[in-house]
């Protein structure tokens, strides 16, 4: 028996309408690292929705800042800084969040530099991935600030 052409195009839909997406990740880890993290995430968005998530990710935030402005992501998770600043200029639109995740940054220094204080850093410069860079950057810098500690900025 033969299928009517409206049921053979219903059989067939889903395959015809499936889409190709690409799902950025902020580069807060090197590219392996979130690539091992997130190619499971694709996988089973893809399964599920029957469309294709492809992960991709920047060389570094600067590049990844530019990617969002030119829009060159379909999805991307992000920092919250990025979220408002994209939001501004692209319209990117937040549909979900990390559940109870607190974020920080951390401040390291060479164990054999002697230092055991954030107050002996002041007046130094440190390094900082990129201005931009949420909780490396925005949130350690605020706390240095809130604590009374001069320093220079160096983004590497």
Sequence with gaps: MKLPT?????????????HSYTFSIVPQQSASRLAEQWTPIMEMLSEKTGHTFVFTTAKNIPTFEENLASEVYDFAY??????????????????????????????VVKKSSGIQSLEQLNDTTLAFPAPAAFAASILTRASLNAQGIA???NYV
């Design 151 to 153: 320093f220079e900025p």
């Design 6 to 18: 409206i049921a053979t195009i219903a059989l067939f839909s889903a395959n015809v309408f499936a």
């Design 78 to 107: 992000m920092n919250p800084y990025h979220l408002v600043s994209s939001n501004r200029t692209v319209g990117y639109t937040p549909i979900a969040k990390a559940k109870g995740k607190q974020i920080k940054g951390i401040i």
